[in-house]
């Protein structure tokens, strides 16, 4: 929110509130009609839509009949991705003879976001589980990848262990859950 003020004693006309960058308004935010009395305020809500990750900059211009019209107010924002999509969240292996490796099982990892994203690493913490996967580097916007997942049991056992997946998302590391059990 910004607070718009008017110290004089006459009204102000406010002729238009434009917005450059990545911002704009927030109609059910805002207070502010057409004109602004005296010795009154008004708010104007703002709405931060990055189109890129890191610091964005842009600004709200005020044109009214005010002096030294139009004001123009700086804006700052920082784009960061939301969360990535992982389906499933879980992958269950059931029973696996020892020494034998399982058939392969996927994971879809999606960027719902409107940014691209960066995944810095996908792996497995656990030694009976392998990964291969296609979703190193940056990974834009709507894109999806494939991680493919087996399961190898060393002893007989249950086993479990997580893919787990670094990126420059919120939430990160996103983990997924990994189940089987080894049998002889």
């Known amino acids: 929110m910004i607070a718009l003020g008017n110290p004089g004693g006459e009204p102000i006309a406010i002729e238009r509130i434009d917005f450059a960058g990545d911002f704009a308004i927030a109609?059910?935010?805002s207070t502010c009609g057409?004109?602004?009395a005296a010795h009154q305020r008004c708010t104007i809500g703002v709405i931060f839509t990055p189109t890129?990750?890191?610091p964005r900059q842009g600004s709200m211009i005020v044109t009214d009949n005010a002096m030294n019209s139009?004001?123009?107010i700086g804006l700052d924002g920082t784009g960061i991705a939301g969360k990535i999509k992982i389906v499933p969240g879980t992958l269950e292996f059931g029973r696996e003879a020892v020494g034998a490796t399982s058939t392969t099982k996927s994971i879809t990892l999606a960027n719902p976001n409107q940014v691209p994203l960066k995944i810095d690493s996908v792996s497995v913490n656990g030694?009976?589980?392998r990964?291969?996967?296609?979703c190193a580097g940056v990974f834009a916007a709507g894109a999806s990848c494939t991680i493919s997942v087996t399961f190898a049991p060393s002893a007989a056992r249950a086993g479990s262990?997580?893919?787990i997946i670094a990126d420059d998302a919120t939430g990160s590391p996103q983990k997924v859950?990994?189940?089987g059990t080894g049998t002889r």
């Open 27 to 29: 109609p059910e935010a």
């Open 34 to 36: 057409a004109a602004l």
């Open 52 to 54: 890129a990750m890191g």
């Open 70 to 72: 139009p004001q123009v």
């Open 127 to 129: 030694a009976d589980f």
């Open 131 to 134: 990964e291969t996967d296609n």
């Open 161 to 163: 262990a997580a893919v």
């Open 177 to 179: 859950k990994l189940r």
